[in-house]
């Protein structure tokens, strides 16, 4: 069953030993870093490990800072997501009680577009790096349960609100619920869900992810 602008471009530090061809990455946060440009692209771990050639396993173990990845893993990373290696290794953002002044804004139609097999993303802020939350429109393409492979499941929470027509919202532990313009749901979404359009034509809604 889901690219990112230009980034800032930091100072990475790649150590490669010399003696071996396998040269290993000093972890830079890089689990984090790599994680928050996978749920940037809304790209589930196992849409990862088809664009990489990366198991699904091995995915998580970097997310989740179990494994230091070889030099070669991180090309496949960098190929796969569709961005330069130094983009990977990004200085974390020191917290401060200062306002950064940080402003994006989408005009209609001029989101970031991203198709799956049964969802038409538009990614929205798509100029901010590092974001706390990840917002984005989406029309549903599909009609019916059949078009899934799988459950949609990722890492975070988050809220859903249609915008148009109606959907159905499956979720993995709760009844199938219908949802109709200007309602509403928050949920964990690493719990397996679905969406399908019931209305005549597709139903539009609202995603911001956390």
């Avoid at 589930?44 to 173990?61: C, D, F, I």
Wanted: charged share 25%; hydrophobic share 35%; with cysteine.
């Amino acid at each position: 069953m889901s690219d990112q602008p230009s980034f800032l471009i930091p100072n990475a530090k790649l150590e490669i030993a010399k003696q071996n061809t396998e040269a290993q990455v000093e972890p830079l946060e890089l689990g984090a870093r790599v994680r928050e440009l996978r749920l940037s692209q809304q790209l589930t771990l196992e849409e990862v490990s088809q664009l990489t050639g990366l198991a699904r396993s091995t995915l998580s173990k970097i997310e989740n800072e179990q494994i230091s990845p070889t030099f070669t893993v991180v090309n496949k990373l960098a190929s796969g997501l569709n961005i330069d290696i130094p983009q990977l290794f990004t200085q974390p953002v020191k917290e401060s009680h200062h306002c950064s002044g940080r402003r994006d804004i989408t005009r209609q139609g001029e989101g970031k577009p991203h198709p799956t097999a049964t969802y038409e993303h538009e990614l929205l802020a798509a100029t901010l790096t590092r974001k706390k939350m990840i917002p984005f429109k989406t029309t549903v393409r599909t009609h019916s349960w059949d078009e899934y492979e799988d459950w949609v499941r990722h890492d975070g929470e988050e809220f859903l609100y249609v915008l148009k027509g109606s959907i159905m919202f499956y979720t993995e532990f709760y009844e199938p619920v219908e949802l109709f313009e200007g309602d509403s749901a928050y949920y964990d979404c690493e719990m397996g869900h679905a969406l399908i359009s019931t209305s005549a034509e597709d139903a539009e809604v609202l995603w911001v992810t956390a």
